[in-house]
């Protein structure tokens, strides 16, 4: 419990009945406790049913999330992301224990969300960039091609020119 404290994720460990035996402070309140005193002996199953009924965090109304979570548990590891609607994100890691148990641990990735995202949009912009650069590049092959005609052509109307004049004297 110390260490669980000293963490800055929400960490909880659950024994093979699948109630809470221990959390710290973070997991409590992501579980909308006051304590983890409140939480202890609670299963897996009825936390995040508290926990989705709070609307804490952003969840799709056409998936039935509490069975999801559940279901998951009955892998070795599982890790999924989840949002809360004031925008932070949590890497949600789900792990079997040696004892038959399950350890959760909530970390938070929002600065990295976050930098992912402005990766993302100045990649499209870059994108953007080379998309007109090309456009810009065709459209100045194609002027320089209508300049070498038009000098080509002036060229042989300053010849014709040049041979007019010298005819005429």
């Known amino acids: 419990e110390d260490v669980t404290e000293l963490s800055t994720d929400a960490v909880a460990f659950y024994d093979r009945a699948d109630r809470l035996i221990a ?4 997991y409590a309140k992501m579980a909308c ?53 004031t925008g932070t994100a949590y890497l949600v890691r ?5 004892d038959g148990g399950r350890a959760v641990i909530f970390t938070d990735v929002t ?33 320089a091609s209508y300049l070498e005609d038009a000098t080509r052509k002036l060229g042989a109307v300053e010849a014709e020119a040049g041979a007019a004049k010298t005819a005429l004297m």
């Open 23 to 26: 959390c710290n402070d973070l």
């Open 33 to 85: 406790a006051q304590s983890p005193e409140q939480l202890k002996g609670l299963e897996f199953a009825e936390i995040v049913g508290r926990t989705v009924a709070s609307g804490t965090f952003v969840i799709d109304p056409d998936v039935d999330f509490a069975a999801q979570r559940v279901a998951m548990r009955r892998l070795q590891a599982a890790a999924y992301t989840l949002e809360t609607k």
């Open 94 to 98: 789900d792990r079997a224990t040696r």
């Open 111 to 143: 600065d990295r969300k976050r930098s992912e995202a402005a990766l993302d949009e100045q990649i499209a912009a870059l994108k953007r960039t080379e998309k007109a650069l090309t456009s810009l590049r065709a459209e100045s092959i194609r002027q």
